[in-house]
């Protein structure tokens, strides 16, 4: 019996020791962008700058985003840029890189298709938070199959992490 208690002791003390090595687990939820002006990306091929043999740029312009931040303000979270993992008429997600320069508080970056960046990280302090992007898309042609005259159109996300 007192090898049995001494095994559940050990037991205990492994769990507890366990729970205290966990990070607290943070909230992660989409943020509704819905006011903004223009979230839909359609490509339109004309405009592409060949980069070598094998891809080009496609500068696409600003974005600008209206993230409904009212039910996070005083909390402290990271945001999240979150390019779509499915893209119709993409093979592959080495086919395509976003690249984005943020015009305010959001950090610059790339990513590509199913990739999820931190773009902030802070204190949420007002009700929207307000950007603009401007979206260059990296593409490899060999990993498109769109039907012909139709364009490359996703919509990319946010979301928001709560911290504890």
């Known amino acids: 019996m007192h090898a049995f208690l001494k095994t559940a002791a050990c037991a205990g003390l492994l769990l507890c020791l366990l729970c205290l090595a966990l990070p607290a687990s943070a909230l992660v939820a989409r943020l509704d962008d819905s006011t903004s ?13 060949p980069i070598d043999g094998n891809s080009f740029n496609l500068p696409f312009g600003r974005i600008e985003y209206r993230l409904a931040t009212a039910p996070y303000i005083g909390r402290r979270a990271r945001i999240f840029y979150v390019i779509p ?29 199913g990739e999820r960046v931190p773009v902030w990280s802070g204190t949420v302090a007002t009700p929207w938070m307000n950007e603009t992007f401007e979206l260059t898309l990296r593409i490899d042609p060999r ?4 039907p012909s005259g139709a364009s490359l159109s996703f919509e990319s996300i946010f979301e928001i992490e709560t911290l504890p």
Request: charged fraction near 15%; avoid cysteine; hydrophobic fraction near 35%.
């Open 143 to 146: 990993e498109l199959r769109l």
């Open 37 to 49: 002006p223009r979230a839909q990306v359609n490509t339109d091929f004309r405009s592409a700058q």
């Open 85 to 113: 993992a499915g893209i119709p008429g993409l093979r592959s997600p080495s086919g395509l890189q976003v690249q984005w320069r943020g015009n305010g508080a959001f950090a610059s970056g790339t990513a590509r298709p």
